[in-house]
């Protein structure tokens, strides 16, 4: 009877791991996706920049890992920022991937924050796993600057050239007052966003990505020239100034 019952424990024992190790066995050859929860793949919306709007290939997404592509279209510089997340000042043409992991349903706010281009209309909601925010179009204008109407007067014989550095926000100019006559600006971009250098009623200047250079000559007579920075609200964070032009 004892040797029986020994045999039966020994059975039992034998059979629990048998059972155990077809366990781990099925766990082995289980598919992945079986095994545990499918990875998500990340949702991908490209972002077009512009004056001053942006374009969204998909106007909402669900929650999850959103990267967002950023693209500049436009002629100056922009960014984008949306879920305390934000990218590098892109210049035109140049683009950059925003990645953003958004664990709740809402409307996200967006904006680029170059100075003044939210209030000209880059700014908005973004839908996350809820409905979009229908888009009310607002009439941007592009600030005006106050142009200066073309010299008159003789213009003298004498030939200066001017260097002019630019960067944010402002110029640096090598002479703040000439003679009159033949004006050569040699205008380099110092700083890290587009801008130009306009003598206002005489030369409208190219706008000009970060180390590129212009350079141009005018006649000038005897009076104050205003030159400004025409890129949309560099003039309100001090990119004008005055040339004295004596006879």
Do not use: W
């Not at 279209?73 to 043409?93: E, M, N």
């Not at 979009?132 to 030939?159: N, R």
């Not at 100019?173 to 009623?201: D, M, W």
């Not at 180390?211 to 025409?230: I, M, N």
């Amino acid at each position: 009877m004892r040797k029986r019952s020994q045999f039966r424990r020994v059975a039992g024992v034998t059979g629990l791991a048998t059972l155990a190790l077809a366990g781990v066995l099925a766990g082995v050859f289980l598919p992945a996706g079986a095994a545990g929860t499918k990875a998500v793949a990340p949702t991908k919306v490209t972002v077009k920049a512009s004056e001053f709007k942006y374009a969204f290939s998909r106007k909402s997404v669900p929650t999850g890992t959103v990267i967002f592509t950023v693209i500049n279209k436009g002629k100056i510089s922009h960014d984008f920022k949306i879920g305390g997340k934000k990218t590098k000042t892109l210049l035109p043409g140049k683009s950059a991937k925003l990645t953003v992991k958004f664990t709740k349903k809402g409307q996200y706010a967006f904006l680029c924050t170059l100075f003044g281009h939210a209030k000209a209309g880059m700014k908005g909601k973004y839908a996350v796993a809820t409905k979009p925010v229908a888009t009310t179009t607002t009439k941007t204008t592009t600030p005006t600057t106050t142009t200066t109407p073309p010299p008159t007067g003789p213009v003298g014989s004498a030939q200066t050239t001017v260097n002019v550095g630019m960067f944010e926000y402002g110029y640096n100019l090598s002479q703040q007052a000439v003679p009159s006559g033949r004006v050569t600006f040699v205008i380099t971009n110092n700083g890290s966003e587009v801008h130009n250098f306009t003598v206002q009623g005489v030369k409208v200047g190219t706008l000009l990505n970060p180390g590129q250079s212009e350079t141009y000559t005018v006649g000038l007579p005897a009076q104050r020239f205003s030159y400004v920075c025409d890129v949309p609200f560099h003039i309100d964070r001090g990119m004008l100034g005055t040339l004295t032009v004596n006879p």
